[in-house]
Structure formats: C-alpha cells, structure tokens
C-alpha cells in the first residue's frame, strides 16, 4: 500500500474531551472518527486492526470446535419478554417499533435468538454438544459513554453459545472456552488476568470468569492474592475467615455493660467527620445503610470503615433490582434523615456484615436527627439479623482460598466474559432436546463473549510510549513500513517499491511512505501509527543499503537489502 493513497488523518494533538490513552491515539493516528457520544466510524488503520484481531478471536473458536454464524442484530421484543430479561435490561436496551407497531429490540446480547435457533433445528442428544459463535456489531444505550470505544453505545462483539445434554457437557465446554480466550488474548499481545466474576443481567446458574486487561484507566477493580492464584472483580471478591472474624481495632468504652450512650452529634453525617469529632478510628463505628430491593426497604450494617458490595446484596436478596433510598424514604423506615440511621428499633429486614458482629461495640445513628448511639453492642442488638458478606473486599484483606496471603488491588478493563448458564434460557424459551429415554430435557448452555472493539483499546492502553502507539506485531495494520527519505530520488523510490514488493509478496503486510514530505514529518507520523518495524530507505540506497529501526526497542541498524528482507520475513519484532 502506497501512504499517499491511504486515508490517514493524523493529528498533532489530541482533542480536550478524549481521557483515555487510548483514545487520543486512535484519534491522533487516525484510525476512527466519532460520529456520536459513543458511535464511531473506523477508518482504514483501525479496520485493518479490527480485522486482525476478529481473524486471531475466529481461528481460535474455530480450533476450539465452535461453528460461526451471523445473527440478526434486530430482534423480536417477544423473545426478551419470553426470557424475562425484557423489563429487567433496563434503559441500556434499545427498543423500536415497526411500522405495524410491532416491538424490536437492538441486540445488546443474543442468548434469546441463539436459544430460539436452537429450539428449532436440535432435538437430538446425539446433536451434542454444540457450539455457535458469532462476531457481529452490538448496541447499548450507555447512560454516560466515555472512553473512546471501551464504553461506546455501538461495538463489535465474539459471542459464543454451548448446548450440552448435561453438567459434565458444559464443564467441558466451559473449559475449551476458558483456555480459548487465553490463547486469544496471549496472541493480541495483552497483559490480563481472568477473575472470578458475577454474572450480572446474563445471569446462569454455574460459575463465571471474566477476563480483565490490567490498566489504570480500567472501570473494574480486581482483587488478586499475593499468595495463590486466587483473582476476583471487587463485586464478587470474597476475603477469609480471618477478615469476617477481625474485630474493629478500636471500640467504644462500656462502663454500663448494656446501657446505651446517647451522643449529640448536630450535622455530622459522615464517617469521616464523627471519627474526628470522638478521636476514634473509622472501624469503631456501625453504619446503616437503607435500600430498596425491588422496591421494598431492607437495611445493610457494615463497618465504618468498609463499604457495601450492593452486587452481594442483590444477590442474597434475589433481587431484579437494588438501589439506596431517598431521603424520603429513609426517613419514613428510620424516623431520621439520611446520616443518622441506626440499627436499633428497625421494623425492616436487616443484613448484617460479618466484621460488624465481630465488634464488642461501636457507635450508630440514633434513627433521631443530629443524635448518635454509643456501646451499640452488635451480638445484643443485631442478634435478628441475617448475617452475610455484604462488604467490598479490602485491599490486606486475607485470602479467601489461601487463608495465607493477603489482597492486592489492580485496575482492570474487562475484555472478556464467560459464563455457566445451565437451563435459564432453555426453561424460560422452552428449548429441549431428546435424550437417550426419549425424555425431553431443557440444554444445559453457557455463553462467552469478547468485546473485540474494546480490546483494540485494551491493547492500546498497554502498548503506547510519549511519541505514539506500540503495536503487538500479531494486530498491526501492517507489520513494516518503508520510508523512502526523497520521493524525488530514483534510486531510493526504486528501492523502496522493490522492498515493499518482495515482503507483500511474502504476506507481510507493508506500507510505503511515497509522500513528497520532510523526514521528520514522515518519521513522526511512522512513530506515531506504530508500525513495528521501519525500514528508511535513504543516503545508503546506492550501496544496497537501509537503516532499519524496531518501534519498541527504538534501536537503528544500517543492513544491507538482503539481510533487511530478512529481518522483516523473522519474527524479532
């Protein structure tokens, strides 16, 4: 490819509203243009990147056993309604009516149209298992998309679904899958991790790993032991015994064994501001916390100086739906506005946290404005109580697995998913199969998805220096770039166009710089697209030779033509 030709609008700066590294690169390389708050058009760089990474994630589906197919991305309302997920998705779904008034959703998932499928064309055990998959564009109406394409509200996607007749079949498929996405995020040259997870609105029944490239800019937080090999996101992160066990390390006197103290504390709604008024630490106090599970109030106790995992919550609850509660509301459950909630005299379901019946005593909202509790004994006035872990793991904490290493924390982008779904697709849509009897039995199914477009950003955020991208040769738009120094000498354009030739013909994928620009534009630009290798085809080109330079290591050789072509043919870049 010719660079004169190619539709390459670099930039020299950054617009003010991209955040993410990764996004000023794929802007300032020119790889996508932004259409609207969260879509984005991928010009010809980023579609080539796209494409490489779709070709590595297709290879290793298809090395696992899955079958590709392409699903419609415009999908019955009815479907969604039949699965129950219809009202649950919440506003991220994008919802539309056809002219004859008939509801369709924009797929932001497809566990409903795969499992239809299915219902109609497997009835057989002997059909099993079966794996599909399929890398199509996705849609979300994210409430806030930021971040270039790691939060966008239209994105590419790899989603793969297993039928099996029975557990043992998902566990198997389960784990082709899990080792598949290694391969593949090995192969994209990402540092990751996969982590223990929650299923979220996908739901299922088995367990669940995500996969998560480390990064500062990463929305998730992931919890890993420095001990064993023990990874969990924080929403499903879980600590050890000797977390639930720890007492606050400071505790309130108790001169009167029982009688509570009452404290004036005018305003002070905030840990932070009662730990400075009383001279005590954070953990020598209980906090209160009021939500509404599907709209019903429940109260959640945890220490001062943790915080609520409401995805813990949730699920003890089995709620569709979790949220804190106004200050209307509070007040009608507590008798007191929100700050100076209590446990005491609650006429509502109580969750209470481990660490919090581990306490001697501490200090609680009063449920009374501007009064708090002193000597709130948790093993006298929480015994009701449901106790659980419904607390964020804390960085120190022990681990869970080990019970010898503590938890250490890391950001993460989240570029993969997998999950056990066992029959709640298949009950809900009634898709069964016979087996061996002649039974009819729902499949057991799991699904697994990679965020493809999100992980072009993934890599970026890892491989970027101060003068522009640092691309893994195995995703690079083109793997090598001739840079002729003079478009007006013959013997270097000759040259150039020789090399360009041989290594295309080879199946590396070249780029020749044939602009009439300075060096430096040119060596800039190459800097900044990131093309592994670069070959300046300059001063030497009379004498058969070239300066080579690898992106990463920044290094200039000077090579004679044949060992140069040889070089880019390696794989030492």
């Given at each position: ?88 998705y919440g506003p991220e779904l994008m919802r539309l009516r056809d002219r004859h008034e008939r509801e369709f959703t924009l797929g932001p998932t497809h566990e409903e149209v795969i ?459």
């Amino acid at each position: 490819m010719r660079q004169s030709q190619l539709l390459m609008p670099t930039l020299r700066e950054a617009p003010s509203d991209a955040e993410a590294v990764s996004h000023q690169w794929m802007l300032r390389a020119g790889l996508i243009r932004q259409l609207a708050a969260g879509i984005y058009t991928y010009l010809p760089l980023g579609r080539r990147v796209l494409r490489k990474l779709e070709q590595i994630v297709r290879e290793e589906m298809d090395h696992a056993g899955a079958q590709e197919v392409l699903m419609p991305a415009m999908q019955p309302a009815e479907l969604w309604q039949q699965s129950g997920r219809y009202e649950l998705y919440g506003p991220e779904l994008m919802r539309l009516r056809d002219r004859h008034e008939r509801e369709f959703t924009l797929g932001p998932t497809h566990e409903e149209v795969i499992t239809a499928l299915v219902r109609s064309e497997v009835s057989s055990y002997r059909q099993l298992p079966l794996t599909l998959y399929q890398i199509q564009t996705k849609f979300r109406d994210e409430k806030r998309p930021r971040f270039g394409l790691l939060r966008g509200r239209e994105f590419l996607m790899k989603d793969a679904y297993s039928f099996d007749a029975d557990w043992e079949g998902l566990h198997r498929s389960y784990t082709s899958m899990y080792e598949a996405y290694h391969r593949v995020f090995t192969r994209c040259g990402l540092n990751f991790r996969s982590v223990e997870a929650d299923a979220g609105s996908i739901g299922g029944e088995g367990g669940t790993h995500e996969f998560m490239a480390l990064a500062d800019i990463g929305e998730d937080t992931i919890a890993v032991c420095d001990a064993c090999s023990y990874a969990a996101n924080l929403e499903k992160a879980e600590y050890g015994t000797k977390a639930k066990g720890d007492p606050g390390k400071a505790s309130v006197r108790m001169d009167h064994a029982f009688e509570l103290e009452r404290h004036y504390t005018p305003d002070l709604r905030k840990i932070d501001q009662l730990s400075e008024a009383f001279g005590l630490g954070a953990d020598s106090f209980i906090k209160t916390m009021i939500y509404l599970a599907d709209g019903d109030p429940v109260a959640v106790i945890i220490r001062g100086d943790h915080e609520v995992n409401e995805i813990k919550v949730k699920n003890k609850l089995a709620a569709a739906r979790l949220e804190l509660a106004d200050q209307a509301t509070t007040e009608l459950v507590t008798g007191a506005p929100i700050g100076f909630a209590g446990p005491i005299g609650l006429k509502i379901p109580i969750l209470a946290d481990f660490a919090v019946l581990a306490m001697e005593s501490g200090i609680a909202g009063a449920n009374e404005k501007d009064v708090h509790l002193g000597n709130v004994r948790p093993n006298v006035h929480l015994a009701q109580a449901q106790a659980g872990d419904y607390r964020n793991a804390a960085a120190g904490d022990c681990c869970p697995r080990c019970e010898e290493g503590s938890l250490t924390f890391y950001r993460g982008i989240e570029v993969g998913h997998v999950f056990k779904l066992g029959t709640k697709y298949s009950e809900s849509l009634q898709a069964k199969y016979l087996n061996a009897s002649g039974t009819a039995q729902p499949f057991i199914m799991g699904c697994y998805g990679i965020g493809v477009s999100r992980l072009l950003s993934a890599v970026l955020e890892q491989h970027s220096d101060s003068n522009g991208i640092l691309w893994p040769r195995s995703i690079a738009p083109y793997q090598v770039h001739v840079v002729p120094v003079s478009v007006k000498d013959p013997v270097q354009m000759d040259l150039a166009a020789h090399i360009t030739a041989r290594l295309n013909e080879a199946g590396v994928d070249t780029l020749m710089d044939d602009r009439d620009e300075r060096p430096g534009v040119k060596f800039k630009d190459s800097d900044l697209i990131g093309i592994p290798l670069r070959i300046v085809v300059g001063k030497h080109a009379a004498e058969g030779a070239v300066e080579l330079k690898v992106r990463k290591a920044g290094e200039i050789q000077k090579l004679g033509l044949e060992e140069a072509i040889s070089f880019a043919l390696g794989s030492e870049y």
